[in-house]
């Protein structure tokens, strides 16, 4: 029997709580606890001397067990003639002064002000379902009448969302003080264990409304309140804390290589994120040492969209080199401050066993693993926001390789950078560093400040930029016949500007004109990526459907290659590189006729669903005879090279033998140009030749 929502979104849906309460029945109410789980929470709002109105009280035990331990003013209502008869009977020797009233709970004969706290658990969650809510919202007019100045309405709760949103407003609109306590479990069994977490709802009355509500959430009995300044955070929270306890429920009762379930943790002060846990599980018969049962791993920061990391595979290969049966790996966010990692370690160590594997002994020692030993270095240098494309931050972090990177994160997709480039001390820009494969350890922050750091133009980060200039070989650039002849390059999209200074500091000959459609991107590539467009490289705002669409329609104008490597902001079309429009059969035949007859067409693809990869590879061919592909190890990417001309076919069969001469001419051409004033260029055009795929 299912009762769980599949999403934390699912707790705000009516026929969900619907499903749930039809499903448990009677049984509903066994979940709310017994004294001993609410008894902390309880003493910590209702006075033994108080006199207590216990609203629906049924057959429940927990009067008798607060009358037992001291509480001897309660009066229990119910409106079920039958239950009032019972606990009447049941208690008439045992406890002669606790009495059961026969009542209905929305009209009551008791004067105002005459009860220090009202004590529901589940009538309001019960009551709430009945004629749209009417009849629990008299019974909340009704608790706030018999209560007086400082006293309590104590409610045990599920917090179905609508329920909770009833119960606040109305106590908001009164101007009383909410708070809602989230409480944690108690050590059950696996098989005993309830998935849902209990609340207790308590609002307090004050003699004058307050002017601003009051609203705080606590975990546990006990938890230092937050406190939030909407009801929607309110709920929000709630639908937080339930998805975390259907979240441990499932992790304590199975394991699953397939899933990647996550969760976000959020500051306690500013609510802001500050973790974000994956969970992998290693696959049925995968051989692991019986010790090697439970580990966390630090992703170091700026690290956390490294493939790596932030796929599904790659978190699965980082599990099995691990070798432990569950690995949750943990990625810090932007904007958080951490010290250090016993810092972090000591922050997350009270919740490590809540995503154990089940099986696993409360006593086993947890280990942190790391890169180094260290929860490496990230520096946020600018934020602004695109009218066009969101929130962006610009931040330099310190790679797993010991270098210093510098970063466009467009915010709405976090987990993807835009755009990046590798920095290097001003006094020392124009070195001849290689590309250093070897991990070196890092350090916690770079010794050198970021105002002292500059661009290295020769260095391209992004594995298919490099693949789209070696794509320059089926040009024959560098090449003794070709020695004089000019280049021109049309590239759509602009980002960092990295890939259009790279060709106009390296490749010889080379005019390049780069269509940018976000003003703000221009922005930000000359402030922080050391863009600098002259002669030879300019740049044209606008779209680059409608550049291309006027480019044809002036006539006369031709390119040696053209390029697309813009991104797509709808997340909802499995291919995020580019933009479905780019791609349609009438701009690429727009494309062919603005390339000179040995002109090339490259193309940056990003397409996750198979179908509609073949759908575009089917397009592209249709008006491209020529198309080579280039897969990007560790990535979704690939680059297409495409030619065309009526020879285009033929020479196919023989292109990518004649390829690697080719090669080896433009990495002599780049690195004899240099024109560019930071650096040599790091790039091997031979090896980026290999893997090469005629389609």
């Given amino acids: 029997m299912s009762l769980l929502p599949r999403t934390a979104e699912e707790f705000s849906s009516a026929e969900y709580w619907e499903r749930f309460?039809?499903?448990?029945?009677?049984?509903?109410?066994?979940?709310?606890?017994?004294?001993?789980?609410?008894?902390?929470?309880?003493?910590?709002?209702?006075?033994?001397?108080?006199?207590?109105?216990?609203?629906?009280?049924?057959?429940?035990?927990?009067?008798?067990?607060?009358?037992?331990?001291?509480?001897?003013?309660?009066?229990?209502?119910?409106?079920?003639?039958?239950?009032?008869n019972h606990m009447n009977q049941r208690n008439a020797e045992r406890r002669p002064g606790l009495t059961f009233q026969q009542m209905d709970a929305t009209q009551t004969p008791y004067e105002e002000a005459s009860y220090q706290a009202a004590l529901d658990k589940g009538t309001l969650d019960a009551m709430a379902s009945e004629e749209e809510g009417a009849l629990a919202r008299n019974m909340l007019t009704e608790v706030a009448r018999v209560l007086s100045v400082g006293g309590r309405y104590v409610c045990v709760t599920l917090a179905q969302e609508s329920v909770i949103k009833l119960a606040v407003d109305r106590f908001v609109q009164l101007g009383w003080a909410v708070r809602l306590h989230c409480l944690q479990e108690e050590n059950r069994s696996v098989e005993d264990?309830?998935?849902?977490?209990?609340?207790?709802?308590v609002c307090t009355k004050f003699r004058q409304p307050m002017p601003m509500p009051i609203l705080e959430m606590c975990l546990g009995e006990d938890g230092?309140?937050?406190?939030?300044?909407?009801?929607?955070?309110?709920?929000?929270?709630?639908?937080?804390?339930?998805?975390?306890?259907?979240?441990?429920?499932?992790?304590?009762?199975?394991?699953?290589a397939s899933s990647n379930l996550s969760l976000t943790l959020s500051h306690t002060k500013t609510g802001l994120p500050r973790y974000t846990l994956t969970v992998q599980d290693c696959p049925p018969g995968a051989k692991v040492p019986r010790s090697n049962q439970f580990a966390i791993f630090i992703v170091p920061q700026g690290s956390e969209t490294a493939w790596l990391y932030s796929s599904s595979e790659g978190r699965r290969q980082l599990a099995a080199s691990a070798n432990f049966r569950?690995?949750?790996?943990?990625?810090?966010?932007?904007?958080?401050?951490?010290?250090?990692?016993?810092?972090?370690?000591?922050?997350?160590?009270?919740?490590?066993?809540?995503?154990?594997?089940?099986?696993?002994?409360?006593?086993?020692?947890?280990?942190?693993?790391?890169?180094?030993?260290?929860?490496?270095?990230?520096?946020?240098?600018?934020?602004?926001?695109?009218e066009l494309s969101g929130e962006y931050c610009v931040e330099n972090v310190k790679g797993e390789d010991g270098e210093l990177y510098r970063r466009l994160v467009f915010l709405s997709n976090a987990a993807l950078v835009q755009s990046e480039s590798r920095l290097v001390p001003s006094n020392t820009a124009s070195g001849h560093k290689k590309k250093n494969k070897k991990k070196a350890k890092p350090t916690t922050a770079p010794s050198t400040s970021s105002t002292s750091l500059s661009v290295d133009s020769g260095f391209l980060c992004c594995a298919h930029h490099e693949v789209m200039v070696a794509g320059l070989t089926m040009l024959g650039v560098g090449t003794p016949q070709n020695k004089d002849v000019p280049v021109s390059v049309l590239l759509v999209g602009l980002g960092g500007g990295g890939l259009p200074q790279f060709l106009r500091d390296f490749v010889p000959n080379v005019t390049v004109e780069v269509v940018e459609l976000d003003p703000v991107v221009m922005q930000v590539a000359n402030e922080w990526f050391?863009?600098?467009?002259?002669?030879?490289?300019?740049?044209?705002l606008g779209d680059g459907l409608e550049r291309i669409c006027a480019l044809e329609?002036?006539?006369?104008?031709?390119?040696?290659?053209?390029?697309?490597?813009?991104?797509?902001?709808?997340s909802t079309v499995g291919m995020s590189c580019p933009p479905a429009a780019f791609v349609e059969?009438?701009?690429?035949?727009?494309?062919?006729?603005?390339?000179?007859?040995?002109?090339?067409?490259?193309?940056?693809?990003?397409?996750?669903?198979?179908?509609?990869?073949?759908?575009?590879?089917?397009?592209?061919?249709?008006?491209?005879?020529?198309?080579?592909?280039?897969?990007?190890?560790?990535?979704?990417n690939e680059v297409l090279l495409c030619s065309h001309g009526e020879n285009a076919t033929s020479k196919a069969a023989t292109i990518l033998p004649s390829?690697?001469?080719?090669?080896?001419?433009?990495?002599?051409?780049?690195?004899?140009?240099r024109t560019g004033p930071n650096s040599s260029p790091h790039i091997d055009i031979a090896e980026l030749l290999k893997d090469l795929k005629i389609e």
């Fill in 21 to 84: 309460f039809k499903k448990r029945g009677e049984k509903a109410f066994e979940w709310y606890g017994d004294y001993n789980k609410l008894c902390g929470v309880l003493h910590k709002y209702i006075k033994v001397q108080d006199k207590v109105l216990v609203v629906g009280c049924g057959n429940s035990e927990l009067s008798e067990q607060m009358y037992d331990v001291g509480y001897k003013h309660l009066t229990n209502i119910d409106i079920s003639e039958t239950v009032v």
């Fill in 193 to 201: 264990s309830f998935a849902l977490p209990v609340f207790v709802l």
């Fill in 224 to 256: 230092a309140p937050t406190r939030l300044t909407q009801v929607s955070d309110l709920l929000s929270a709630v639908r937080e804390h339930q998805a975390y306890s259907v979240l441990k429920k499932r992790l304590r009762t199975s394991t699953d």
């Fill in 326 to 386: 569950r690995l949750v790996i943990v990625a810090m966010h932007r904007n958080q401050e951490y010290t250090d990692m016993q810092d972090v370690q000591s922050e997350l160590s009270p919740m490590v066993m809540d995503l154990a594997p089940p099986g696993m002994p409360a006593n086993q020692q947890v280990p942190f693993l790391s890169v180094g030993g260290d929860l490496g270095w990230r520096e946020e240098v600018s934020r602004g926001v695109s």
């Fill in 530 to 540: 050391g863009f600098r467009p002259d002669d030879r490289l300019t740049v044209t």
């Fill in 553 to 570: 329609k002036e006539g006369g104008r031709l390119f040696d290659v053209i390029m697309f490597d813009v991104d797509n902001k709808d």
């Fill in 585 to 636: 059969t009438s701009i690429l035949q727009k494309v062919r006729s603005l390339l000179t007859p040995r002109g090339i067409f490259t193309l940056n693809l990003v397409c996750r669903d198979s179908v509609l990869r073949k759908s575009v590879l089917e397009r592209v061919s249709a008006v491209f005879p020529t198309i080579i592909s280039r897969k990007i190890e560790g990535e979704v």
């Fill in 659 to 673: 390829l690697n001469q080719a090669g080896k001419s433009l990495q002599s051409a780049l690195y004899s140009n």
